[in-house]
């Protein structure tokens, strides 16, 4: 195991921690598409941002989890990586 995963194992082993990260899983799993679908596409944040007709920074904030993006924002996103956007509701898990 690295330690970075050592790292993970011991903060989500903390309840309070474990709770904090569970709450982002949606944030993080749309970040997760925006990155494999701009390495799919052979892009840089750079060349994406130009695509979008923004900033790479702006890119950047995207792939980091931080934020929850619009659906014109995803949408563009797929655009400017030759992807299509796919929304999909699952049954929640009990």
């Not at 701009?38 to 900033?55: F, P």
């Amino acid at each position: 195991m690295t330690d970075l995963s050592k790292l993970k194992a011991r903060l989500l082993a903390d309840p309070e921690t474990r709770a904090a990260y569970d709450e982002q899983a949606p944030e993080f799993a749309i970040a997760r598409e925006l990155i494999a679908a701009r390495v799919r596409a052979g892009l840089t944040q750079d060349e994406i941002a130009r695509r979008m007709h923004t900033t790479q920074s702006t890119i950047a904030r995207l792939e980091s989890g931080r934020t929850m993006p619009s659906m014109r924002t995803l949408t563009r996103y797929a655009e400017a990586t030759g992807s299509r956007t796919v929304i999909k509701l699952t049954a929640a898990t009990a």
